[in-house]
């Protein structure tokens, strides 16, 4: 038998799959995993057979049934690949709108972040979990990277804004000269600010990020600019691979002091 042909029999019956997770808890004889699986002891009996025809399963003396370390692999792989496309179903919306800067996130990083969509029961859950991260307190050090002009992200970093925050913020051009168009007091207040500095890049961005004090976040954006996604996560990998996509579009982004006209 072919691996494809394996793995058919295994995804062929939610009863094959329950047993093998029974199985890997611990050892069962065919009557109980028919009790434990809801299904007849027959169905029971033939998964059992054609897991042991695998190599997956083995029948002790006793008359239990158990996991070999082949079965063993099998399952923590399996459930390791359930666990991957349930992720990749729900940053669906995500992907649609960043997958290129997804496309270099190490291993198992995006497995370990919150994914937050926007839905028609709750358009804005994506702005207020945003918003929730930032908090209202100051922070030690804040690096932004936006692709709009929104005056809610513009007061969350005011608000957290103190004497000693270390403050940063990427912007392309456009975003740069719609700002000073729209809100040229709190544009020029910004600038005035020693701990307050202003990157800008030629680029055109369409993602937004955010690391402050030990989490990241990144956010994506439609053809409209509207924010319909984002993803975030404390854990050290999140925050070191949302900094270095940070420090990627900074190394192409310069002051805005240094600003060519």
Not at 41 to 69: M, V
Request: proline fraction near 5%.
């Amino acid at each position: 038998m072919s691996a494809r042909e394996d793995v058919a029999f295994l995804v062929g019956s939610q009863s094959r799959e329950a047993i093998l997770r029974a199985l890997a808890v611990e050892p069962r004889r065919p009557t109980a995993l028919a009790e434990h699986c809801d299904c007849a002891r027959e169905t029971a009996q033939r998964t059992l057979a054609g897991f042991c025809d695998r190599g997956w399963a083995k029948k002790r003396s006793d008359g239990l049934y158990h996991l070999t370390p082949g079965g063993t692999m099998v399952h923590e792989r399996y459930e390791r690949f359930i666990e991957t496309v349930e992720c990749a179903d729900r940053m669906s919306e995500f992907l649609a709108n960043a997958a290129d800067i997804c496309e270099n996130a190490p291993p198992g990083v995006l497995g370990q972040m919150n994914i937050t969509t926007a839905a028609d029961n709750d358009p804005h859950a994506p702005l207020n979990r945003y918003l929730t991260i930032v908090g209202s307190e100051p922070v030690d050090r804040f690096r932004g990277v936006t692709p709009i002009v929104s005056r809610v992200f513009n007061e969350s970093a005011e608000a957290v804004l103190g004497e000693d925050t270390r403050m940063e913020l990427i912007v392309d051009r456009g975003v740069l000269e719609r700002s000073m168009d729209a809100y040229p007091d709190s544009f020029e207040r910004a600038r005035d600010l020693d701990q307050f500095e202003l990157q800008v890049t030629e680029e055109n961005l369409d993602f937004g990020l955010l690391v402050v004090d030990g989490h990241g976040l990144v956010s994506a954006y439609d053809e409209h600019n509207n924010l319909t996604a984002l993803v975030d996560g404390d854990a050290s990998e999140v925050v070191s691979w949302v900094e270095n996509l940070y420090e990627s579009v900074r190394s192409k982004s310069v002051p805005i002091d240094r600003l060519e006209p």
